[in-house]
Structures are given as C-alpha cells and as structure tokens.
C-alpha cells in the first residue's frame, strides 16, 4: 500500500468513526499541498461536511487528530478553512523510495492471460507514396498510446491497414504503362515507395493537363467544316459551353463522382442530357428539332469520346479488372506494391515503430462487400435503382453513406467493415482504437453505427483517437513530392541537426565515430518525437525542427541529457567504490526539496493512469519535463558526490537513480531512447 492509498484508507475509518457514516474511497480527494502551505499532501474536507454537520476547520481538525494517531505515515497535520495539510513521516517517505526502487518498471501494472485486449489501429498508408509528416504524428502517437495502454495493464495488439487497392494505386500503375519506361527501384536508385509516389504525382500533372485541354476543346473549339452547314459556330459554341458547365458542376457532387468513378458520373450525365432546360430554349428560340437532335447527339458522342480518353476512366478501369482478377493487372498491382513495402519497412524501422498484425485491404474488401450484402439481405442496408449500395443514417441524424459503388466496387467504408470483421474473428477484442486524423470524425462516427447495426459488440464504443494537423513553420521542408513533407527526408534531417548541434556544444569530445552517429540518431529521433508527443494530440501543432534540438528548455534533448548526465554520476559513484544498499534505513535524514522528488517520482503512477484513460501521450511527456527540471534544480541546490555527509550522499545517489530509472520508463512509453552518455 503506498501513501496515498494508506491515508484514504484510514479517512474512510475516521469518517466512520467520528461521524458514523460509511463513504466510499472515491470521496476521499487527496491533492499536493500548494507551495505557500505547511504539509505535502492536502485533504479537501469540504464533502464530509454534510456528515460532521460542523463546520469546516472543525471537521478537519477531527480528522486530522485521528489520523495522527492512527496512520503511521502522517506526522503532523494543519487546517486550513476547510483543507487538511498533511506533513508525512520522513520513514514513509524512505520507504516510498526503496518501493519505487525495487521495481524495475514502477508505475506500469502488470499483464496476464486474462487482461483485458486493446486492439490499436495506426499508420494505415497508401500504397501510391511514401510516408509524410502526417503519418510521422500517426504512427509516433499510436506506438506510444500502445505502450501506455499496456502499462495499463492491457493486453495490446498493435495493427496496420494498409490501403493497397483502390483508385490511388491504379494511377500510379497507369502512369507506370504509360510513362514510366520500365522504371525500377534498382534502375533509378529510389526507395520503391519515392517511385511510385514520383509516378502518382505525374499521374496528377498530366490528369491536370488533360483536364484543361477538354476545357478548351469544348469551350474554344470550332465546329467541324461539314458541321456548319447544320449548325453555326456560334450556336455550336454556346450548346459546347453550357453543356462543360454542367459537366463540371455535375463532377463535383458525390452522387456523380463516386469516389473517382470517372466513367459512372459522366456516363450518368449522357443519361440526363435530353431532360436539361437548354434544349426547351432553343426550342423557343425558334432552332429545329433536328439541329438540336444533332447537337444532343454529337454532344453525346464527345463525352464519349472523352470518357475513353480520360486518365482517371482508365485508372477507374484499372480497379475494376484488378477486382475480376486480371492476371496482367494483379501482376503490375503486385509488383508495385512490394517496391512500396519496401520502402516502408525502411522507414517503419528508422522511426522505431512496428505492428502485431498487417492488414491489406486487398484482404479485407470482400469481406465487407459480404457483410454488406447480409446487412442488405437483412434490410439493415437499401439499394438505389442505379445498383449502389446505401446505409440510412436519418434516424442518427446524419445523412445516407454510400457502401458500394453501382459497379459493385467497394470505398473506405466497406474496407472498415471488413477489416473489423476479419479482426473480430482473430482477436476476441475488448476495446478497438483506431488512430486517425479529425478529417475523419465523421467517418468513424458512422462507422461505429455500421458495426454495432452488425452486431460487433465493441462497435458501438469503439475509440477514434483523432488528431490535429502538423505543420512547419515555412510551409515544408525538402519534399519528393513537392506538396508534403516526407517523412525519411524529415528523419535524415533531424539526426543530421542532432549531429550538427552536439559537434557546435562539445559533446562529441573522446567518443568514436560509430558512437556519435548513434547518439545522433537518438537525440534527434528524440527531438522529432518528444516534439510531436508532448503536444495535445487533439490540437493542430505547429512543428519546429530548429526549437525541437534544442537542449534547453521542454525538449526531448533536454531530457536525455539530464538522464545522461545522471548516468554520468552513477558511473563515477561506482568507480569510487560506492555500492547502495539494496534497501535504504529509514533513518536517513530528508531535506524539503528530497522530500518533494520522492513525491514526484511517486506521482508518475497516477500519471501513467491518467494518460491510459484519456489516451494522451502527452501526459507522459510533459510529467518528463517536471521530473527533469525539479531534478536539475535539486542538482543545482545540492552535491550528491560531495555531500556534506555519508548518509546523504547514499540517499541523493538512489534519488538520482530512480531519478533516470523514471525518465527512461516515461522516455519508453513514448517509443523514445535515451542515451547512457552524451
């Protein structure tokens, strides 16, 4: 039983005692004393008030008096109004220390067989590029929420879904065809996922390119030579223009797009071409029903035309023979995809993260394709007159969501639903998180309605951890795409300032190359993530590689080189032949500012708790921060080699100790090394 838990205890019994009530633990709130008061921890007296029928320093001071006498760890107490300021027994403080020290991971609970299983979702990348800054925060916050939740005392099970099929990854294949000339990763000397993230972005520039000659042709264009004699140009022109009007504002409503169905929306739009108003007025304009005929036709037949020509159709057509099982298509989609995994195993490893279990959409669409067709047959789903798939949502008051397209393919949603099928049938799952951006609240909203009308018992509280967006100060930094930042150049990057900063500050000095180019790689990967973590995952961050290196002030460096530092000292104890005993006498003297690191470094089991229940890395981070300022400033104040006696010197030396035991513990559960010199 630690302090805390041994004074709520014995409050229950006073408050039984003095004022013959029975009150649960969870009344009794116990806070640190503020610095302007006498004691260490602080009753708040205020909710017995009812039952003492006193008032309030005459409430406290009954509990304070039997507490006194019947808690061993209280010395002496104070009121305060209706506060209780508790001063606790020196001795219990030494043996808070020797618990905190021979615990190993102090502050984690332990795992068994029946703990409860914590299924994590992150990363869920694209197989058409590379990894960026976005996914960077992703994954960072979804190791580190791992580790917290196992800490917890939760079995976790750590997964990616990879988004290896779909529109995305057929326009990086159509750009292969048509412009890569048979590129390879080994021909071009890049990363498989930098290929075909190069071959996505051209697919956009020439799909752009495209666009804005279809705009002219039919905005500019002039009618052929044997078409005037039937229509003038300036009818022709005007018919042309009102018609890519439509087409453009058609194209941009979902009803037409269909997630990139190129083909469905403007073949839809040939559909309605003879019910638009523009016909009715040229009929009242006084033009014959066969010039508009005509031009009804020949509009027809250039949206055709069109469609055939169109990048993105071609892609769409692309996705569509993947799903029949084109062999020539599988085999293209195949090999691309390995050069991406690749790339991605290279990246996953510098940035330190890993998973249990992958995922492949591949793998999982079909299987929300069928869950989707039950909850149809169960008439938990409709079906248009068009052939698509649709969920009403109306009575959640949302809007219908679209679960397959009028081709039969599938979109997110089907994934997600099969995805956690698949994962139902793995794991027996107790609570599903799923880390992703807050663009995607709404979709995580209507998927926990999906899954929990499919009757997956953790659909209805599954958790989507969503956070806000990072960015750089100067918009990006060095990008092979050009629009975002990637996350190898933005890792590279980081080590080499980490490198560049410690060689500027002399702490080089005596070491050997290899071990300078793995200090680098720490203090700047712990730079990157302390970053990233320490900010409240819900707010948008504004990320700044020269302020995250830096050594002073709330920073992962800062951090580490205090934890280097304190391993600096125990080395030179240990060459003076110091040896700490195994358990420390509870006769060792305590000063105010060793009473109040103990009581820190006490606190981390709360705020371990804490941060699993509000799934916030950010709570570890920033309890790092204090625990390594209040230890410098203690540095600061007091030797520890030179104290002023034996007894302290062996009190400050396990202080310290369990000073760096705890800034690695709390350094870990962010997925953060810390190095034994710096």
């Known amino acids: 039983m630690n302090i805390e838990s041994e004074i709520i205890a014995t409050v229950v019994q006073a408050v039984k005692e003095c004022f013959g009530q029975d009150v649960p633990t969870t009344m009794v ?20 008030l009812k039952l003492s029928r006193l008032k309030p320093e005459d409430t406290a001071q009954q509990l304070g008096d039997y507490l006194a006498q019947h808690c061993k760890v209280v010395q002496s107490f104070n009121v305060v109004k209706g506060f209780l300021n508790l001063t606790i027994a020196p001795a219990a403080w030494i043996s808070l220390l020797n618990r905190i020290d021979s615990e190993p991971r102090f502050g984690e609970k332990a795992v068994n067989e029946q703990s409860p299983l914590v299924m994590i979702e992150y990363s869920s990348p694209n197989t058409n590029k590379p990894l960026h800054l976005g996914h960077v925060r992703n994954n960072l916050l979804g190791w580190s929420l791992a580790q917290i939740m196992e800490a917890n005392g939760n079995r976790v099970v750590k ?23 048979g590129a390879t990763p080994e021909s071009t000397g890049k990363k498989g996922d930098h290929l075909v993230g190069d071959l996505y972005v051209e697919f956009n520039k020439k799909q752009k390119r495209q666009e804005k000659t279809f705009r002219y042709k039919w905005t500019n264009g002039n009618p052929p030579s044997n078409f005037k004699r039937v229509v003038n140009p300036t009818l022709y022109k005007n018919t042309y223009r009102s018609v ?39 009929e009242k304009q006084g033009y014959k029903p066969k010039t508009i005929g005509i031009l009804k036709q020949k509009c027809k037949e250039k949206i055709r035309g069109q469609i055939k020509r169109s990048f993105l159709y071609q892609a769409q057509r692309l996705l569509v023979r993947w799903e029949q099982g084109d062999e020539e298509v599988r085999a293209l989609w195949k090999k691309m995809n390995d ?46 007159p068009d052939g698509s798939v649709w969920a009403d949502l109306s009575n959640e008051g949302l809007d219908q969501k679209l679960l397959l397209r009028a081709d039969g393919t599938s979109v997110y949603m089907t994934q997600d639903i099969g995805t956690a099928d698949l994962r139902f049938k793995d794991y027996p799952i107790d ?15 209507v998927l926990s309605i999906l899954l929990d009308r499919l009757g997956f018992k953790w659909g209805k509280e599954l958790v989507h951890f969503s956070y806000g ?32 900063t410690s060689e500027e500050l002399g702490k080089f000095a005596d070491m050997t190359e290899n071990e300078r180019n793995d200090i680098a790689r ?38 580490q080189y205090t934890y280097a530092r304190i391993r600096s000292i125990m080395r030179k104890a240990e060459a003076e032949g110091i040896v700490l005993p195994s358990v420390l006498p509870n006769t060792l003297p305590l000063n105010e500012k060793e009473v109040q690191l103990i009581q820190k470094l006490n606190s981390f089991e709360t705020v371990v708790e804490q941060a699993g229940k509000d799934y916030s890395p950010s709570g570890i981070a920033n309890y ?3 625990l390594t300022k209040d230890f410098n400033q203690f540095y600061h104040d007091y030797s520890i080699l030179n104290a002023e006696s034996a007894e302290a010197k062996t009190l400050r030396l396990a202080l310290a100790k369990n000073v760096a035991k705890t800034i690695k513990n709390g350094m870990q559960l962010l997925g953060i090394e810390v190095p034994e010199r710096m």
């Open 339 to 384: 050069w991406v995994y690749q790339g991605f195993d290279e990246t996953y490893k510098a940035m330190g993260v890993g998973f249990d279990k992958i995922y492949y959409e591949s793998e999982t669409y079909l299987e929300g394709k069928a869950k989707v067709e039950e909850g149809l047959a169960k008439g938990l789903f409709f079906r248009k």
């Open 522 to 559: 720490i203090v700047g990967m712990g730079a990157l993530k302390y970053f990233i973590l320490k900010v409240d995952a819900r707010k948008n961050m504004l990320f700044n590689p020269e302020e995250s290196i830096d050594f002073n002030g709330n920073t992962g460096p800062f951090i």
């Open 159 to 181: 997964t990616n879904i990879v988004n290896d099929r779909g529109i995305h990854i057929c326009k990086s294949m159509l750009a292969w065809k048509k412009w890569g000339n």
């Open 29 to 48: 709130q116990l806070q640190k004393t503020k610095a302007e008061f006498e004691g260490n921890l602080t009753l708040v007296v205020f909710p017995f």
């Open 244 to 282: 890519w009007a439509i087409i453009e504002t058609k194209m941009q409503n979902e009803e037409y797009r269909f997630s990139d169905d190129y083909g469905y929306g403007m073949n839809k739009i040939i559909q309605e071409l003879d019910r638009y108003p523009m016909w009715l007025r040229l």
């Open 431 to 445: 609570k599903m998180i799923y880390v992703v951006g807050n663009e995607q609240n709404y979709h995580f909203q």
């Open 624 to 626: 790092c921060y204090e």
């Open 469 to 500: 967006m990072v960015e750089l100060p100067n918009g990006k930094m060095k990008s092979r795409e050009g629009t975002v930042v990637d996350a190898d150049d933005l890792m590279e990057e980081m080590v080499s300032a980490a490198r560049r």
